[in-house]
């Protein structure tokens, strides 16, 4: 199993990319997982980007997936627009996943037409980036349309597109009480990326709402490592290690010092021996 750090973690730093690659390629950490604002911000600056590329390839690292955000109350001409400008982005950093949040409201509560809508534009987008190889990877989190185990399975089933993936955020459905070897088995079809991230007791589970981790003065109160978190995350990790599909385990860290926090949970994860069931 392949193992992604994300730039998002780094959102408060003072490094530069050349920086974070380094230390990737100093703890095995083969993968790279670009927030899209970092993407556009590296992308509009070619001739340096493309020498940090390079650098990327002699230390055998990959841009596995970049992190971007549609906002489907637009008109899905907006949204076709945006979505070409990612094609872009996706081509020039070598990546063929994109990641995408899928409406702007939870999905308990939602009506008909709402749902049939933005499974509408959400079939369209597939559609564009399937054209050019990509795949569109919707992460289960709240306040989207795929919050729950129920409404993530519909819209793959409903979309029914190879191109359409999942990127299982472990955390956000053990919120609604799905246990992460349950998610892993459900959602196995359509997987194509892991976030991982932990928290001491889900009442701190408000410490990831994007508001607070966007702010350089929001609370990290909760906020721990995976193993010693309210979520347990070994069985699920050794499943994964035995998975010899191309997914990434990305560790999704938002707290402080995320230089630390991510050497000791590459070292964690790499000292777990694969689950066979029988």
């Known amino acids: 199993m392949n193992i992604s750090l ?15 690659i380094r230390f990737a390629e ?4 083969n993968g790279i997982e670009l927030w899209g604002v970092h993407a556009k911000n590296l992308y509009s600056k070619l001739e340096s980007t493309i020498k940090l590329l390079k650098q990327m390839g002699k230390c055998n690292i ?6 971007e955000y549609l906002d489907f ?25 994109i990641r995408i949040f899928f409406g702007n409201s939870q999905s308990e509560g939602i009506k ?5 809508n933005a499974i509408e534009k959400l079939k369209k987008i597939v559609e564009l980036f399937s054209k050019k190889g990509i795949y569109v990877l919707i992460e289960t989190h709240p306040n989207t349309y795929a919050d729950t185990l129920i409404s993530t399975k519909r819209m793959c089933e409903e979309v029914q597109n190879e191109y359409l993936k999942v990127n299982l955020d472990y955390l956000h459905l053990w919120e609604t009480g799905v246990f992460p070897v349950e ?3 459900q959602l196995q079809p359509w997987i194509a990326n892991y976030h991982l991230k932990n928290i001491l007791a889900i009442e701190y589970s408000n410490v990831f709402e994007p508001a607070n981790i966007y702010s350089p003065n929001g609370t990290r109160l909760g906020m721990t490592s995976l193993r010693n978190g309210a979520i347990q995350y070994e069985e699920v990790i ?18 402080d010092d995320p230089i630390n926090y991510l050497i000791e949970e590459k070292k964690w ?3 777990l021996k694969p689950l066979v069931r029988v």
């Open 112 to 116: 008909q037409i709402e749902w049939i």
């Open 73 to 97: 109350n637009e008109n899905i001409d907006i949204l076709i627009s945006k979505c070409k400008e990612i094609v872009n982005y996706s081509k020039f950093f070598g990546t063929n996943k």
């Open 6 to 20: 994300c730039t998002i973690s780094f959102r408060h730093e003072l490094l530069c990319f050349s920086d974070i």
């Open 238 to 255: 050794r499943l994964m290690l035995n998975n010899e599909n191309n997914s990434y385990i990305g560790i999704e860290w938002f707290g």
């Open 183 to 185: 998610a892993y088995y």
């Open 269 to 271: 994860i790499s000292a």
């Open 62 to 67: 990959n841009i596995t997936m970049i992190s």
């Open 26 to 29: 100093l703890n095995g950490i």
